[in-house]
């Protein structure tokens, strides 16, 4: 190598350069010195700013305590209980505003009605509504009772007219009003002329017990249906001669 010349090598080696200097001596052997740099200079240096804050990161999270199983055991079942108390505390306000006996607070305290008495007014109101299903359904069955007879009734009406409708035209083998009145008339003529023999008119007490026993003896159905009988049998041979 000549006097008074130096040379530099530059090496390569994973993106760093590797520097190497020779300076002349007298006894013309060379001294080396190596130094390394960053071939991409200052981002060089944002990469180790980087590496470290990431450090730091780490080092924040692990100053905190991992959480145990039991922890986390713990940490779950608390919050299963608190959802199954709000779950509880909902049902009783929905139980609570559905019985009308529950809408009003506490007369006495005037607070908000206990859970206790939501219970009870719920239970209840749940038995008068037991009974008023059952009294409906009583009353239910009396109306179905009494559409039943209505349809009997109605059919035996039907029945009535269609027998009415197969009858002889109207005014043929009709009685007339004046027949009538002669029967009536002659019912009235022997039970007069009974009443007139055996009834006595001295006084009010013995007109009374004249009367009554006129009545049980004249006035029996048997004997006004004999009556009867005998003035039919006559009036009827009257008409057909």
Request: negative net charge.
């Amino acid at each position: 190598m000549a006097e008074g010349y130096s040379e530099a090598f530059e090496v390569l080696e994973g993106g760093s350069e590797l520097k190497l200097e020779t300076s002349p001596t007298p006894t013309n052997s060379g001294r080396f010195s190596f130094s390394r740099t960053s071939s991409t200079g200052s981002n060089a240096a944002g990469c180790a700013s980087s590496t470290s804050s990431a450090q730091n990161t780490d080092d924040e999270d692990s100053d905190k305590p991992a959480m145990s199983y039991k922890d986390k055991r713990r940490e779950a079942h608390t919050v299963a209980e608190q959802k199954r108390r709000d779950n509880i505390k909902r049902g009783y306000d929905e139980l609570q505003s559905i019985v009308p006996t529950c809408h009003q607070s506490d007369g006495l305290s005037g607070q908000k009605m206990s859970k206790a008495n939501v219970l009870q007014r719920s239970i209840e109101y749940m038995q008068y509504l037991v009974k008023q299903k059952s009294k409906q359904e009583d009353d239910l069955d009396s109306l179905r009772k009494e559409v039943m007879a209505l349809k009997i009734m109605k059919a035996n009406y039907e029945h009535i007219v269609k027998t009415h409708q197969n009858t002889p035209v109207h005014g043929q083998n009709q009685v007339p009003d004046e027949v009538k009145f002669q029967v009536f008339q002659q019912v009235m003529d022997t039970l007069f002329q009974s009443f007139n023999a055996n009834i006595s008119v001295a006084n009010f007490a013995e007109l009374s017990a004249c009367v009554f026993s006129w009545l049980e003896e004249y006035c029996k159905p048997k004997s006004l249906q004999e009556v009867v009988l005998g003035i039919l049998r006559q009036l009827n041979t009257t008409l057909n001669h």
